[in-house]
């Protein structure tokens, strides 16, 4: 019923014109990608990767209508302009370095860049490609192996079956190293953490939850002392509580954190929603901002366009 409700929400949303929408007082915008590929990679089946030119479209897009603003400025919110808009990037794949720094800087877009330290240099894989690539590999494997708890049992079955198939993906390079997110550090953009090595929050122990934020965030500050710390939850803040946000915050491992609800306010502060930017199928900024825009509106007559969560 829900789903189609939105898919309603979203057919209507396109046929308004968006210099309509975006009238009106909104979260700061902040749309999120993870890679750009020239083809999608067999090894990611959860969402549609765009190549450069799309890319492109998106952000000259976005700066006709935004002011792109970098993560310090967003952390203090001070003189924020009303379209005022922060780009970022998860998983820290290889083609951030390869593709997408060189558009952001010939356009000269802040952006800040979420890593996994488990991932840099290909030292891990992230459980979802492995789980991906082995449907794609005509493997037959139980549902229940695509979630981070079964993460060992996943990386067994897939290497009895063929073994092969991690080697494959391994040697695709997917992920960027050290050397790389050095280099985009030195060109301007911020470097924050996306927890140890991407599980689904809400799939584990809140002890657990703590440990994938303060390595991380640990393992950022250690190699790039930023000025502004940054955590974005992977997947979804769902199952994350505002327990867990105070302890992270008032322990100094964040300034600021980030959950991907989309176009909408939050209840905890310096918690913001990002909007994904990537759908199952191809889709220009225009009609996601769209129905974000229009979605937050309808939200807002019922007053549930902010994010809450349990204490």
């Not at 929400?9 to 396109?14: D, G, K, L, P």
């Not at 356009?107 to 082995?134: E, Y």
């Not at 759908?279 to 769209?290: E, M, N, P, V």
């Amino acid at each position: 019923m829900r789903n189609s409700i939105k898919n309603i929400i979203f057919s209507a949303a396109r046929f308004l014109p968006f210099n309509y929408l975006k009238k009106g007082k909104y979260p700061t915008l902040l749309p999120f990608y993870h890679t750009v590929e020239k083809k999608q990679p067999q090894y990611i089946g959860g969402y549609r990767v765009k190549n450069e030119q799309q890319f492109e479209k998106d952000l000259d897009f976005l700066l006709k209508h935004y002011e792109p603003i970098g993560l310090n400025d967003l952390k203090n919110q001070q003189n924020i302009p009303q379209n005022a808009m922060h780009i970022s990037f998860d998983d820290g794949m290889k083609s951030c370095s390869n593709n997408i720094a060189p558009i952001l800087l010939r356009k000269g877009i802040p952006a800040t860049f979420f890593i996994n330290p488990s991932f840099v240099d290909n030292s891990d894989l992230f459980h979802r490609f492995i789980f991906d690539m082995a449907k794609k590999q005509k493997l037959k494997l139980s549902e229940e192996l695509k979630t981070y708890p079964n993460k060992a049992s996943l990386f067994k079955q897939t290497e009895v079956k063929e073994s092969i198939l991690e080697n494959n993906i391994k040697n695709t390079a997917i992920y960027m190293g050290m050397h790389e997110l050095k280099q985009l550090n030195r060109e301007g953009f911020t470097i924050g953490a996306h927890s140890m090595d991407h599980p689904e929050f809400y799939n584990i122990e809140p002890e657990e939850q703590y440990r994938q934020v303060k390595e991380s965030m640990q393992w950022v500050e250690k190699h790039f002392n930023p000025s502004a710390k940054a955590f974005a939850f992977p997947f979804t803040d769902y199952g994350v509580g505002n327990a867990l946000l105070q302890k992270i915050h008032t322990e100094n491992l964040i300034d600021i954190s980030f959950g991907t609800a989309g176009l909408k306010h939050d209840n905890f502060p310096n918690h913001l929603q990002r909007i994904p930017m990537e759908k199952k199928h191809y889709q220009h900024a225009s009609r996601i901002l769209k129905y974000e825009h229009f979605y937050f509106r309808i939200r807002g007559l019922m007053n549930k366009n902010t994010a809450e969560r349990d204490d």
